[in-house]
């Protein structure tokens, strides 16, 4: 899946009326599609910065006492492209779901 780096940071950081949305936008797509997002950018990372290929494990992990943040805006404003390519495993599904819930008039 392609995404458009700047209107990604746009889109997540500055939150602007300008772009025709308000933070309930960005809530409702983080709740949908966030941890893919962010599974997505951190792989290109890996794959990008250090070579390392990856893959997405499901599996339920129990809460530690140690905790690691990545920011994918911090990453992708570091990158020049205008596009980056992100896997995104569950996307599809999710969003055939959604749509046999909204019905077209």
């Known amino acids: 899946m392609k995404i458009a780096r700047e209107r990604f940071i746009r889109f997540f950081d500055e939150k602007s009326k300008d772009e025709g949305h308000d933070g309930s936008d960005v809530t409702a797509i983080i709740g949908l599609l966030g941890e893919d997002?962010?599974?997505?950018?951190?792989?290109h990372y890996w794959k990008?910065?250090?070579g390392v290929e990856s893959h997405v494990l499901s599996y339920k992990c129990t809460c530690g006492k140690e905790v690691h943040v990545f920011s994918a805006s911090a990453y992708l404003q570091t990158l020049k492209d205008d596009y980056i390519d992100i896997v995104m495993p569950r996307v599809k599904k999710r969003m055939g779901l959604l749509s046999k819930l909204i019905?077209?008039?």
């Open 37 to 43: 997002l962010l599974l997505g950018v951190l792989q």
């Open 48 to 50: 990008t910065n250090e």
């Open 103 to 105: 019905l077209s008039e």
